[in-house]
């Protein structure tokens, strides 16, 4: 499977090849539309959404936004936001068999062929692998274009692909500049021992985490802030199997030495000339208390391509020495298929066996432990807000990693790690549904299909013997997130 799964390591060269084309497809579309709608999930989405925070649109082109959820709510708004006529969707997945992928791409069609008539077609792209489901029903459609990707990419090492490029390209960047560099990296990382930037770092990582520092804790300067997650997904798919793994902590601010365990393993990435004194000193504060730290530069935005091939070789270095397959997802889809058998008609399994509270959960994680916390509610910075409020209490009170993000997405990225890495400890946590958001031509609205897929995460961890905890907020979620993390407990002693 492993010598199957390498075609990764050439696609910057093939990306080159594709890149003037990519463009002259953005060209000829960006007359016609004022915003950009990519639709997916999974490594698909963030490579888009890595996109949209790190490439404003240039002059002349459309904005670029990422729907890659379930929550009612945020289908709602996004349909809001976009007109149909002034809208062009992207419709992002590599198999075409992705649950988000294939409801969003049923709802918006229809809500065009209701507003465009025969029309609706032209306002979608797809890009998928040929001969997909998706491939099949875009040209069932009769959509603008599909677009070809990579076959030959595994999960998380196909980001550096039309997955990315297609959305960079639509908002103008410079995709054949980002192509460049990235073929640039995968050349010096065919350079042989030290002078190889991928080799390099992928042994770092290994051995840390062989060492017992398993939590990959990535400080990114605000400009490439929108990198973590991608990176975070990458990680999670490449290194974590059969209770090994990397724990990738993104989006955890930098603290003082005092909260931190042993564990930990520090990259910092900053951009361009910009300085940011506070983490600077607190980085090197870490250093001093022996907390292992490697730092990046990137110029600008248009190293993207170059660091994702940069961290992809890394990961798949890491988990050879750790001993895993970097390049299949053994566990992930366990929860996927539970939440389809739930909207088959399965009724959920008991919830019996679970922590009661996020106190008793918090009380049953040792010190080299974490807590993975997974919103099934909708994105909003309010929320995201008090999410970064409860990982700062719960690492000031028991200096253990956190991970977080909203669901479904973040069990898109982190799945495999929950259910096939090192053990730890899982919240999550669910909303009031909210108003419904009807599916066309299916039994289920939008809501449903939310907490059929909380439901599968919730019962494929507990299958695997997984500390977990399931609560359900009433009202607003920044609220009763904020009451969890006052609700946290005090310090304990060092």
Known sequence: MIE??????????????????????ADGLRSEADRVLVLGSGNAAFSARAVAELFPPAEGFPALSVLDTTVPSAVAAAAEAHDPA?????????????????????????????????????RFLAVTEAGSALDTEATRRRVRAVVPAEPRAPGAFGGLSQFALVPAALVGADVEEIAARAARMAEACRTPGAENPGLLLGAALGAEALAGRDKLTLSLASAIAAFGPWLEALVAFATAKEGRGIVPVVGEPLGPPAVYGSDRFFVRAD???????????????????????????????????????????????AARLLGVNPFDEPDARDARDRANRVLAGAAPEAEAGGAASLGELLSTTSPRGYLAIAAFVAEAPAAAAALEGLRVAVRRTRRIATTAGFGPAVEQALGQLHQGGPDGAF?????????????????WDFGRVLEAQADGVFEALQARGRRVARVR????????????????GPEVAA
């Not at 990764?8 to 002259?24: C, H, K, N, Y």
């Not at 000193?281 to 730092?295: I, Q, R, T």
């Open 4 to 25: 199957g799964s390498l075609g990764w390591l050439t696609i910057p060269e093939r990306m080159v090849a594709v890149a003037p084309d990519l463009g002259r497809l």
């Open 427 to 443: 919240l999550l946590l669910t909303g009031p549904p909210g108003a419904p958001v009807a599916i066309p031509n299916r039994p």
């Open 473 to 488: 907020l009433a009202g607003d979620p920044a609220e009763g997130i904020a009451a969890l993390a006052a609700a946290v």
């Open 86 to 122: 002034r809208t062009l969707f992207v419709v992002a997945s590599r198999t075409g068999s992705t649950l988000e992928a294939n409801l969003l791409f049923d709802f918006f069609f229809d809500r065009a062929s209701k507003a465009l008539g025969g029309a609706a077609g032209s």
């Open 271 to 317: 951009a361009g000339d910009a300085e940011d004194p506070e983490a600077g000193h607190l980085l090197a504060s870490l250093v001093e208390h022996g907390h292992p730290l490697a730092g990046f530069l990137w110029r600008d935005a248009l190293d993207l391509g170059a660091e994702m091939f940069r961290w992809q070789f890394a990961a798949a270095v």
